[in-house]
Nanobody, 128 residues
Framework: QVQLVESGGGLVPPGGSLTLSCAASSGTLDKYSIGWFRQAPGKEREGVSCIATGNNGPYYGDSVKGRFAVSRDNAGNTVYLRMTNLKPEDTAVYFC?????????????????????WGQGTQVTVSS
């Protein structure tokens, strides 16, 4: 059993930056693929990125390519999502998920039924 805790959300002006963390409060994350997703009010959950194990990826959704970067810490307990040049349309609750999605889903940063564990989410608001 893995428990995920996201942190680092907040209010940031357009053009600003934030770094979100996805930490394992129990277990470790190094054997899992980690996906980042977001959901804005009234919209469906959207894939943001996926970092797989080994040398696969990371992968990003089209709307965040070139602005977001995902990485793991060496201990394997935390995954980071560095978000730069934030836009108002990036406003959403951001979730991380751990599991074993097929390469098709991870490479396209898509939601998969094979994400077994989800965090509670952290709010990111981009506004002046």
């Amino acid at each position: 059993q893995v428990q995920l805790v996201e942190s680092g959300g907040g209010l940031v002006p357009p053009g600003g930056s934030l770094t979100l963390s996805c930490a394992a409060s129990s277990g470790t994350l190094d054997k899992y693929s980690i996906g980042w997703f977001r959901q804005a009010p009234g919209k469906e959950r959207e894939g943001v990125s996926c970092i797989a194990t080994g040398n696969n990826g990371p992968y990003y959704g089209d709307s965040v390519k070139g602005r977001f970067a995902v990485s793991r810490d060496n201990a394997g307990n935390t995954v980071y999502l560095r978000m730069t040049n934030l836009k108002p349309e990036d406003t959403a609750v951001y979730f991380c998920a751990a599991g074993f999605p097929a390469a098709y889903y991870c490479s396209r940063s898509r939601i998969s039924k094979d994400y077994d564990y989800w965090g509670q989410g952290t709010q990111v608001t981009v506004s002046s």
